[in-house]
């Protein structure tokens, strides 16, 4: 049954994942949930919602949350578990409206498939765009990065060190690599 995960952010995970819906490999629940709790620690997982793109752009909850955080695996393949805040940055992020006066936090700890580092809308690696791909790695999303001092704010950081992304932009957040 299609359910509705916190209202507008639930706008947000349609429109980033719903272009490339079709592309994914239709997985079973359990596949799915397992590949999407490879994101987070278990302290964090166990948890969670974790919730999959239906055709048509809803949500289906798989693992109903107790603790605020959300998982999934986007359109690239990538796992990734999420705080209420960052929920409401990536809804701001898709929908190109100011992000929330809060902070947000998210693990990918299977790394990421890569992006551009100074364009929060390129599509695919071009030589122009800085494309950059980090190993697994958590963020810190919201406007206090743009106070935190110290990290490469530059177009080609090194993804083994913290760094932020989208510097500059109303977008930027830090990424911090883990081992």
């Excluded at 239709?26 to 055709?55: C, F, L, R, W």
């Excluded at 809804?91 to 990421?112: I, R, S, V, W």
């Excluded at 958590?138 to 510097?167: E, F, I």
Aim: aromatic residues 8%; glycine residues 10%.
């Amino acid at each position: 049954m299609p359910v509705r995960v916190w209202g507008l952010s639930t706008v947000a995970i349609v429109a980033l994942v719903t272009t490339a819906y079709a592309q994914q490999p239709k997985v079973s629940d359990k596949d799915y949930i397992a590949k999407a709790i490879m994101a987070a620690p278990e302290a964090i997982t166990k948890g969670a919602a974790i919730v999959a793109m239906e055709n048509g752009g809803t949500m289906r909850t798989l693992q109903k949350g107790t603790n605020g955080f959300t998982c999934m695996v986007i359109p690239d393949g990538t796992p990734m578990c999420t705080d209420q805040g960052g929920m409401e940055w990536m809804h701001a992020l898709m929908g190109h409206t100011t992000p929330p006066a809060k902070a947000g936090f998210m693990y990918m700890l299977n790394g990421d498939t890569g992006a551009a580092n100074t364009d929060p809308y390129a599509q695919g690696p071009k030589p122009d765009n800085h494309w950059v791909k980090t190993g697994p790695h958590v963020m810190v999303l919201g406007p206090v990065v743009k106070t935190m001092v110290g990290y490469p704010r530059t177009a080609d950081p090194d993804p083994s060190q913290p760094y932020v992304m989208w510097p500059g932009t109303p977008y930027e957040h830090l990424m911090i690599p883990v081992k």
